[in-house]
């Protein structure tokens, strides 16, 4: 964190994407991080139907354990 109150997060993601268009999605990263400090795995899963559908985030370790649905911003 910097001494002004703000913090630089980078996280890094192997993609897997199955569809003919590209995609850019934007979410505010508290609620992802909020979903992530959860998680106990090292594979999250990510199902949405489109930029700015809800987004479902799933541990991949531990199906059905924990479910977070996160809205993108526009």
């Known amino acids: 964190m910097y001494n002004d109150g703000t913090a630089l997060f980078l996280f890094y993601f192997?993609?897997?994407y199955?569809?003919?268009e590209d995609l850019t999605i934007a979410?505010?990263?508290r609620f992802?991080?909020?979903a992530l400090k959860v998680m106990d795995g090292d594979d999250v899963l990510m199902e949405t139907n489109g930029a700015l559908a809800p987004t479902?985030?799933?541990d991949a370790d531990k199906p059905?354990?924990?479910l977070c649905l996160v809205m993108p911003v526009s």
């Open 32 to 34: 992802v991080l909020d």
């Open 56 to 58: 479902l985030f799933k």
């Open 64 to 66: 059905g354990a924990y």
């Open 14 to 16: 192997l993609l897997h």
């Open 18 to 20: 199955d569809a003919p």
């Open 27 to 29: 979410f505010n990263f």
